[in-house]
């Protein structure tokens, strides 16, 4: 039975392949790639290849780079088009598409540059129109894209067609949507920074290639994958367009597949594996569906909804809710680190060792206070030993003007100093200079970095010690992934490992909590992740780390589900304004709508919908068990 037609994956209309991992499925698709170069060379024909841009391609371009360099795949005779470029950045702009490609794939294989194909970004607005007829061309008398790799936008959209683009369109100067402008703000630095326009092929173009693949990572990208894969085909979301293609297919990981239908939903496609975690999550589901807390719900309602073989097991449904009652009810506590002298049988957290020695990770600065104010001030004045570690210097986020005026306020504070502080005031001076020669654009050199590194690290340290965390326990790594790296771009390497190691055999902590994005492997927070995951794997054997508990937050994305949530720290109106004043430290930059705590208050609101308890605010925590 093709997984087309088998009744787990009834709802979907294209065909979705989930791997384990990004690196898994980059390396598939790669090796398929390889396939396809080898078998149109033996042809006599050159393959081609569409490209796409963005971090999703990033794995994908890694494993052709290392096709290459180890095991001798030549792209000589290859034939590349790019799905689009920014309107109005030249090839050498640090966040054109061009560069990107030369950064990630060009530069490293043997293409031959006459065979590169991107939209120029730089034609006159008169010649848009002759310059993107003339790429459609140029992909006709190539003989037409063999493959084309896509990735997918929050808007739905693929190349940069934003909703609205039709079935038929070809390639066009388009407006990029606001969602899409945010979600390129950190390469920009801002959002008005980033260019408005852009020359994409259109949908009509891409679903010419003779076959294409869609990647996806993470679980931002889940609620949109199964819009265009179970949703109808519309111009609202232009991937759903891949539904009529005679050999397209969704490449994913787990996470970008969370929302479809067999993962969300299993018991609605016959597929239910009754775990406990299953159970609880189907129950919760049940009870926000149909708007009655827990120990409401019937069995009638059971039964409607595809679950009657819980009633089977349960003997009726009493039975299940009281025990997903508790089981939610004994998530929340006011003692993140365990109560001391208490029965923990029912408690998230055990109660010995008391103080515990507790390690918080904050990939970048803020992270802890937003994800987890509240639970760090409650650790603190508990009694316990915390540790905060920023591992990201955080730079890539500071403006220039805030720059600025920190190197005239040292410039004019030096200048005053009787004798004069020479030093200094050529240190401001230089940093006041670079910032003028580069731009608003150019790459800022290592000493502006630095600079802004200190700046967001002063507003990390305030935060922290609102929080009630000692002076001496506030760490910084500045790994080197990010000092070294831009957005999109990052690399990790032995050196970050080595670092987040470093801490952890200092440490030997009872508790870590760092926050769990794996949804964007190559965001900051990813990277980070890996770098902790690689760490914390090095010691396998070593004793502390037996008793160590890895607690997941999250930082900016959003929060866990309450059938996720093994820790729901509650917090009252001024515990949750406590936290709210560390997470304002930060001024040089800040998500603002991050800083009212209504993510908190929603979790709250749901806790209180199941007919747990109601309270102001929570915090949500997952056991990582590695
Ligand atoms: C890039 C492109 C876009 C991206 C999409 C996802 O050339 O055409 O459609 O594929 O915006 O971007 P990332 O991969 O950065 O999430």
């Known amino acids: 039975m093709s997984a087309r037609t088998s009744p787990a994956t009834q709802f979907e209309k294209i065909p979705v392949v989930i791997h384990p991992s990004a690196a898994e499925a980059a390396a598939a698709l790669a090796a398929e790639v390889r396939d396809l170069i080898l ?145 390129a703000a950190p390469d920009f630095l801002r959002e008005e920074n980033v260019p408005r326009f852009a020359i994409t092929m259109g949908v009509g173009t891409i679903l010419r290639a003779r076959k294409l693949v869609l990647m996806a990572w993470g679980g931002n990208k889940a609620d949109i994958v199964a819009k265009a894969v179970e949703g109808p085909e519309t111009e609202a979301v232009s991937a759903s367009f891949l539904q009529s293609h005679p050999d397209a297919r969704f490449v994913l990981n787990a996470d970008a597949a969370g929302a479809l239908t067999r993962i969300r939903l299993p018991w609605l496609v016959g597929r239910a594996e009754w775990t406990p975690k299953e159970i609880r999550r189907a129950v919760l589901w049940l009870a926000l569906t149909d708007k009655k807390p827990v120990l409401k719900l019937r069995d009638g309602e059971y039964n409607e909804h595809g679950m009657a073989e819980l009633l089977t097991r349960y003997g009726n449904a009493y039975n299940l809710n009281i025990e997903i009652f ?54 603190v004045s508990q009694g316990h030993d915390v540790h905060v570690c920023y591992m990201a210097g955080g730079d890539l986020r500071v403006t220039d003007a805030e720059a600025v005026r920190f190197a005239r306020v040292l410039l004019e504070t030096a200048e005053q100093q009787s004798g004069g502080w020479s030093e200094q005031t050529e240190y401001a001076r230089g940093v006041l200079e670079e910032i003028e020669t580069k731009g608003p654009f150019g790459d800022p050199p290592a000493r502006l970095r630095r600079l802004k590194a200190l700046i967001r690290r002063g507003e990390a340290r305030d935060s922290a010690l609102t929080l009630g965390v000692k002076p001496g326990q506030i760490r910084f790594l500045d790994l080197p992934f990010y000092t ?77 589900a309450p059938h996720e949530i093994q820790m729901a720290i509650p917090m009252s109106p001024d515990q949750l304004s406590h936290k709210l004043s560390a997470v304002q430290k930060f001024q040089s930059h800040t998500v603002p709508e991050l800083l009212d705590g209504e993510r908190n208050r929603v979790t709250a609101r749901l806790y209180d919908a199941l007919g747990t308890a109601e309270y102001e605010a929570i915090e949500a925590f997952r056991r990582w068990e590695g």
């Open 484 to 560: 070294e790296g831009r957005y999109r771009q990052f690399r990790l390497s032995e050196a970050d490992i080595a670092a987040v190691g470093s801490v952890l055999a200092t440490l030997r902590p009872h508790q870590i909590y760092i926050t769990g994005n794996l949804a964007d492997p190559s965001s900051v927070q990813g990277v980070a992740f890996q770098a902790f995951q690689a760490a914390w794997e090095a010691r396998a054997g070593q004793a502390w780390r037996k008793h160590c508990h890895v607690w997941l937050y999250r930082g900016q994305q959003t929060e866990f």
């Open 326 to 379: 508790n089981r939610q009810q004994h998530t929340i506590t006011g003692w993140p680190g365990g109560k001391p002298n208490a029965d923990d049988t029912h408690r998230p957290e055990r109660a010995a060792p008391f103080p515990k020695t507790v390690l918080v990770f904050a990939p970048e600065p803020q992270d802890d206070s937003l994800g987890m104010g509240g639970t760090i001030e409650r650790l």
């Open 39 to 183: 078998e149109r060379r033996a042809q006599g024909k050159a393959a081609v290849l569409g490209l796409a841009t963005g971090s999703t391609p990033v794995p994908f371009y890694r494993e052709l780079v290392r096709l290459h360099r180890e095991e001798g795949l030549s792209f000589h005779d290859v034939i590349t088009f790019n799905l689009d470029e920014y309107y109005g950045l030249a090839r050498d702009h640090r966040e054109s598409y061009f560069r990107f490609m030369q950064e990630q794939l060009f530069a490293h294989i043997d293409l031959k540059p006459e065979n590169i194909h991107l939209p120029d970004g730089t034609v006159p607005l008169d010649g848009v129109f002759n310059h993107c007829a003339a790429y459609e061309q140029a992909i006709v008398d190539a003989g037409g894209i063999d493959l084309q790799i896509l990735g997918i936008g929050r808007t739905g959209h693929i190349g940069f067609n934003e909703p609205g683009s039709s079935q038929d369109s070809l390639t066009r100067l388009i407006p990029l949507d606001l969602v899409t402008r945010q979600d």
